[in-house]
């Protein structure tokens, strides 16, 4: 069965710092990852999703994520956070032929002036 | 403007009372699907269905009842609510069951069941 960990519950930075946020999964086939981010008080909205075409992912409002097969991995990056940034990301995997979204527990993204 | 509207948004209830929160969308989707979120377990799948009268259990389905009788409308029932069931609720509809779609999920429904 598939599964992702995303390491760090609270990830921390400053305004204009770069973002990561870890992502690594585990499928015994190859895998659709997402990121899909929470605002306060809302729903979930996809922020980018990789489908086995270019392993470098560009998503909305400037962040991207990078599919790497040898260190089963997908991180989320953004080179320069905002304050609208502050929100809850999560990570999700699928895999083809099952409808089935996996998520990980989420890393709440803190960002301050 | 296309959605996933819940209803209600914010629901306190006690043990045992059946409830029923509404889920609809408006983007003729085949596939919908009910989720709960917990602090530090992120979402778990609860029920899915890929098309009218077909649904099947997700990860934990004990305590819940859903219905597909239209396309658009996919209920969550509780037939007697428990405090375990105290949680954010999400429900979601993707355009069919390809596991590359995107979901798109409605605003949530945080039930308290005291």
């Known amino acids: 069965a598939q599964s992702v960990t995303q390491l760090g519950s609270h990830v921390s930075v400053s305004e204009g710092a770069l973002v990561l946020l870890r992502c690594n999964y585990s499928?015994?086939?190859?895998?659709?990852l997402f990121w899909y981010v929470q605002y306060p008080n809302q729903g979930l909205q996809l922020l980018l999703k990789?489908?086995?075409?270019?392993?470098l992912v560009k998503g909305i409002n400037g962040f991207e994520a990078e599919f790497k097969k040898s260190e089963t991995s997908f991180h989320l990056t953004k080179p320069s956070a905002h304050m609208s940034d502050a929100a809850e990301y999560f990570c999700?995997?699928?895999?083809?032929?099952?409808?089935?979204?996996?998520f990980g527990t989420g890393t709440r993204l803190l960002v301050s002036p | 403007e296309a959605q996933v509207t819940q209803n209600p948004r914010y629901l306190i209830t006690v043990t045992g009372k059946k409830l029923t929160v509404t889920c609809s969308q408006n983007?003729?989707?085949?596939?919908m699907s009910w989720y709960r979120q917990d602090p530090g377990l992120g979402l778990r799948q609860i029920y899915y269905?890929?098309?009218?009268?077909?649904?099947d259990k997700g990860d934990v389905p004990e305590g819940y009842k859903v219905s597909r009788k239209e396309k658009r409308n996919f209920p969550l029932i509780l037939e007697s609510p428990s405090p375990n069931q105290t949680s954010l609720y999400f429900c979601?509809?993707?355009?069919?069951?390809?596991?590359?779609?995107?979901?798109?999920f409605g605003p949530g429904t945080r039930l308290t069941v005291l």
């Open positions: 979601a509809s993707s355009v069919d069951r390809g596991s590359a779609d995107t979901q798109y």
């Open positions: 499928s015994s086939v190859p895998p659709y």
């Open positions: 990789y489908t086995s075409a270019a392993t």
């Open positions: 999700a995997v699928s895999v083809p032929g099952f409808q089935k979204l996996v």
């Open positions: 983007m003729n989707h085949e596939y």
């Open positions: 269905s890929m098309n009218v009268e077909v649904t």
